[in-house]
């Protein structure tokens, strides 16, 4: 056990997407692309968004009933919600109370969210882990959901080939038999590179002064800097975590890295030297869904066969902020 915290224990992990799915035949109709181009540079094929009024607080709900239900904990018992949101679908009240009332959970527990964009689950399990080794709750649903479809511009197309909509959950626990799930976590931040993917949320000051900038409220993102940054940073940030596990690379069993494009999952495979069955792909079904990738990567994994229960997993991701972070976790069975 790492420092003197309480272990955790991953109890039940879920995932919901959206039905819709958009090909990259599809995007041809809005803009000059083909699905050769989207498909070498980034690996997706097809990408699954919200219609109508559905939204991230119904696909993280129905993504934290399945992790609930694997969990075997009882809704009245889950203590806290952290919610990981790029963009949640309203600032306030945020998408874990949303998602609290939703769920019908009836105590007053805390509920509130968190930004670290991709890297959102990462970060909320940190969290998390933070919450519960030092005794101050027991049972956290954590909860990343987006729909980013709803903030690409639709007519740039070097963003909204990439994102697609989905939500993971994941219930965490004080584990019972003093094994801690979490092997080995780490989260990192750089502000000053900021610029590479942003968002404004806009707005107008009072009239009776100088007006600010008129912002638009779309992804922007220097797609190339974003790409050079990851291939050459998290390598080795990687690599320290693997160390901290106390796990050499080829005694974990899985990679499930964030999806962000099939060209940096496949660095990732070289550097650590991983056979194709180890490493966790779906990025050409869904595109990429922001902090959801990786729970919704861990169940998909599951349910086809790819992976086993009872194994471990070595997470990673990287999102604006610049944020990144990674885990070497245990992967029980039952938990999807
Ligand atoms: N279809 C066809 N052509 C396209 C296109 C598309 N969808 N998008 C861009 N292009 C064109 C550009 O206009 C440019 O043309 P030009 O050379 O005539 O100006 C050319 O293709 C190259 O554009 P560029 O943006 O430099 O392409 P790229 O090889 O860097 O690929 C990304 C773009 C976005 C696929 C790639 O940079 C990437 O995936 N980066 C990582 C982003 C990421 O992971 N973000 C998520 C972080 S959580």
Redesign the pocket.
């Given at each position: 056990m790492q420092n003197n915290y309480k272990p955790l224990r991953i109890a039940g992990i879920g995932y919901s997407v959206p039905d819709t799915v958009i090909t990259n035949n599809d995007?041809t109709k809005l803009?000059?692309?083909?699905d050769e181009?989207?498909y070498t540079?980034?690996g997706i094929k097809e990408r699954r968004i919200v219609s109508g009024n559905e939204s991230a607080v119904d696909l993280g709900v129905e993504a934290s009933k399945n992790a609930i239900e694997k969990s075997g904990i009882k809704i009245e018992d889950i203590d806290c919600i952290v919610a990981a949101s790029s963009v949640p679908p309203q600032l306030y009240p945020s998408l874990a109370c949303h998602i609290q009332a939703y769920l019908g959970i009836p105590n007053h527990i805390p509920a509130f969210d968190m930004t670290a964009?991709?890297s959102g689950l990462i970060y909320a399990l940190q969290v998390a882990r933070g919450l519960i080794g030092s005794g101050l709750y027991k049972n956290i649903l954590i909860v990343a959901a987006d729909n980013n479809s709803r903030h690409v511009d639709w007519s740039d197309?070097?963003?909204s080939?990439?994102f697609g909509d989905g939500a993971g959950a994941m219930v965490v626990t004080a584990s019972e038999d003093d094994v801690d799930d979490v092997l080995s976590l780490d989260i990192k931040s750089d502000g000053t590179i900021g610029h590479y993917?942003y968002m404004n949320t806009p707005g107008k000051n009072c009239p009776l002064v100088e007006p600010c900038d008129e912002l638009d409220s779309y992804i922007h993102?220097a797609?190339?800097d974003?790409?050079k940054f990851?291939v050459t940073t998290l390598p080795d940030f990687i690599d320290d975590c693997i160390k901290q596990s106390g796990l050499s690379a080829e005694e974990i069993d899985y990679l499930v890295p964030?999806q962000?494009?099939q060209?940096?999952i496949e660095a990732m495979q070289t550097r650590l030297n991983y056979p194709d069955e180890k490493v966790i792909s779906n990025i050409e079904y869904y595109g990429?869904t922001?902090a959801a990738s990786i729970p919704i990567a861990i169940v998909e994994g599951v349910e086809s066969g790819k992976i086993k229960l009872g194994s471990t997993a070595l997470l990673c991701g990287?999102?604006?902020g610049m944020t990144w972070g990674a885990a070497v976790i245990r992967l029980r069975e039952g938990i999807c």
């Amino acid at each position: 056990m790492q420092n003197n915290y309480k272990p955790l224990r991953i109890a039940g992990i879920g995932y919901s997407v959206p039905d819709t799915v958009i090909t990259n035949n599809d995007l041809t109709k809005l803009y000059d692309t083909s699905d050769e181009w989207i498909y070498t540079r980034t690996g997706i094929k097809e990408r699954r968004i919200v219609s109508g009024n559905e939204s991230a607080v119904d696909l993280g709900v129905e993504a934290s009933k399945n992790a609930i239900e694997k969990s075997g904990i009882k809704i009245e018992d889950i203590d806290c919600i952290v919610a990981a949101s790029s963009v949640p679908p309203q600032l306030y009240p945020s998408l874990a109370c949303h998602i609290q009332a939703y769920l019908g959970i009836p105590n007053h527990i805390p509920a509130f969210d968190m930004t670290a964009a991709c890297s959102g689950l990462i970060y909320a399990l940190q969290v998390a882990r933070g919450l519960i080794g030092s005794g101050l709750y027991k049972n956290i649903l954590i909860v990343a959901a987006d729909n980013n479809s709803r903030h690409v511009d639709w007519s740039d197309r070097g963003t909204s080939i990439l994102f697609g909509d989905g939500a993971g959950a994941m219930v965490v626990t004080a584990s019972e038999d003093d094994v801690d799930d979490v092997l080995s976590l780490d989260i990192k931040s750089d502000g000053t590179i900021g610029h590479y993917i942003y968002m404004n949320t806009p707005g107008k000051n009072c009239p009776l002064v100088e007006p600010c900038d008129e912002l638009d409220s779309y992804i922007h993102m220097a797609g190339r800097d974003v790409y050079k940054f990851v291939v050459t940073t998290l390598p080795d940030f990687i690599d320290d975590c693997i160390k901290q596990s106390g796990l050499s690379a080829e005694e974990i069993d899985y990679l499930v890295p964030h999806q962000a494009n099939q060209r940096i999952i496949e660095a990732m495979q070289t550097r650590l030297n991983y056979p194709d069955e180890k490493v966790i792909s779906n990025i050409e079904y869904y595109g990429n869904t922001s902090a959801a990738s990786i729970p919704i990567a861990i169940v998909e994994g599951v349910e086809s066969g790819k992976i086993k229960l009872g194994s471990t997993a070595l997470l990673c991701g990287f999102g604006a902020g610049m944020t990144w972070g990674a885990a070497v976790i245990r992967l029980r069975e039952g938990i999807c």
